[in-house]
């Protein structure tokens, strides 16, 4: 049985806005509702393998190894300046279109899930994470924890989608003023580049 407190507390670090809210965020703001569900689709997707790693003990392994763990966050922090950069040298150009073509919403997607997969704190947070709501009394462990992890991407999914929305909610009135297009690209440019450092700066 799913317990109260683990809705409560997945759906707390799901609304907390991070690097994958920004990303869903900034194209449901410029791009359209495409392309904002595209992007709280890759993201969510790009926990999968974090999951996956978690339930067989692989977040264990590279907890362990330093050397694995500063190799995938390096990648990741390149990931999230690579990403501000090219939203900055993108200001002023970005085109409000909501019909984003099928690959364009397919790029979008990736690069939600290359954010989330070159995050490696989030192996090491559902492997502290997940365990703390398996009943000592199960059954099966394993399938348990197959189960809150499938809650917990769908929870990730809804709120994401959500935030995506809400952000497209205000395109018309964003669209009207290119000074304000400007301020919001340059502001979400500098939030990558502030995440990439902020990741860069951790410890294992």
Known sequence: ???????????VVVLIPGTGV?????????????ASIAAACGCTAGILPHLAASIL????????SAIAFQVIK???????????WSMWRETGSMQFDSSSSQRGLLRIAIRGFLINILNPKLSIFFLAFLPLFVAPEASSPLFQMLILSSI?????LFVFIIYGL????????VQ????????????FAVIFAALGA????TEQ
């Not at 049985?1 to 759906?11: C, G, K, V």
């Not at 900034?26 to 359209?32: A, E």
């Not at 390096?74 to 501000?84: D, E, H, R, S, T």
């Open 166 to 173: 809400s952000a497209n909610g205000v395109r018309r009135y």
């Open 198 to 201: 902020k990741l860069a700066a």
């Open 74 to 84: 390096f990648i990741g922090v390149l990931y999230l300046f690579y990403l501000a």
């Open 57 to 64: 003990g692989l977040s264990a392994i590279l907890h362990m």
């Open 1 to 11: 049985m799913i317990s109260t407190e683990f809705l409560l507390t997945s759906l």
């Open 22 to 34: 920004i990303y869903t965020v900034s194209n449901g703001l410029f791009i359209g509702w495409r």
């Open 176 to 187: 009207k003023s290119p000074q304000i297009i400007v301020w919001l690209q340059r502001s």
């Open 152 to 156: 917990f991407m769908g929870l990730t």
